[in-house]
């Protein structure tokens, strides 16, 4: 049974990495189509103010805590979820753990040549892992209908929606009755850093919760964007003293 902990009024799986790569490998089992989404603490934000993004993260398959600021929610909030499950680590432990049973994906989104060059590195480092096709998210409405012909015709078991969000949450929703895959997962900059052209933080941010200290100090223009960390705390504090 699915549990999940309830966090302004989105139910974020409380789930391990262990158990998460499980879920996947049953939705992979299952038929029909399974929708991922990993928000952290923006995207959590985000969904305050979009009545279309919250719909569409009510309606998810599995919602991981992608980011410290959610897990810290959840604690705050006296139902802790078990671990950080960010979109880049839960795709890398998907390819280790079903590389061996042939798996195929499909790269949707990054810019041109970043999908294509992100699909050389999989299949240099996950032997037995097939990248079925990609495709870059700079495509107009005019050609949507073919671009989602192609990913059908790939055959893949997972499709990996790297446009960014809410856009890739938004198209994920919108197409997945026209699509046959088994799984799709939005998963933000997870293309660019398994092509090469971004990088993780180093360690230490990460074991430490400061993942977003270091991308405002890499790209200080999102210095606007993540003001929503402290608004979203701050909100989360406010509903944990008066229940509003």
Not at 89 to 115: I, N, Q, T
Not at 233 to 244: E, Q, S
Request: net charge neutral.
């Amino acid at each position: 049974m699915r549990k999940t902990v309830d966090i302004l009024g989105i139910p974020v799986d409380s789930i391990t990495m262990k158990e998460a790569v499980e879920r996947v490998g049953s939705f992979m089992e299952e038929g029909g189509v399974h929708c991922i989404y990993t928000p952290n603490s923006e995207i959590m934000m985000a969904a305050q103010r979009d009545p279309q993004l919250r719909s569409i993260m009510l309606d998810a398959d599995m919602l991981t805590a992608d980011g410290a600021g959610v897990v810290l929610a959840s604690r705050i909030l006296g139902h802790g979820v078990p671990e950080k499950v960010s979109g880049f680590d839960l795709v890398c432990e998907l390819f280790k753990s079903y590389a061996h049973k042939g798996m195929r994906c499909f790269l949707l989104g990054s810019a041109p040549g970043v999908a294509q060059e992100a699909a050389k590195n999989i299949s240099a480092d996950y032997p037995g892992l097939i990248v079925a096709g990609w495709q870059d998210g700079y495509f107009s409405e005019d050609q949507d209908e073919e671009i989602t012909n192609t990913i059908n015709e790939a055959n893949a078991d997972i499709l990996l929606v790297a446009m960014g969000a809410p856009k890739q949450e938004k198209w994920m929703f919108s197409h997945k009755d026209r699509l046959n895959v088994k799984v799709c997962i939005g998963v933000g900059g997870t293309v660019d850093i398994l092509s090469g052209k971004s990088k993780l933080a180093p360690d230490f941010f990460r074991r430490n919760g400061l993942e977003w200290l270091y991308r405002l100090y890499k790209e200080p223009k999102r210095a606007v964007r993540m003001l929503d960390l402290p608004r979203f705390m701050t909100r989360v504090i406010w509903f944990r003293l008066t229940g509003k």
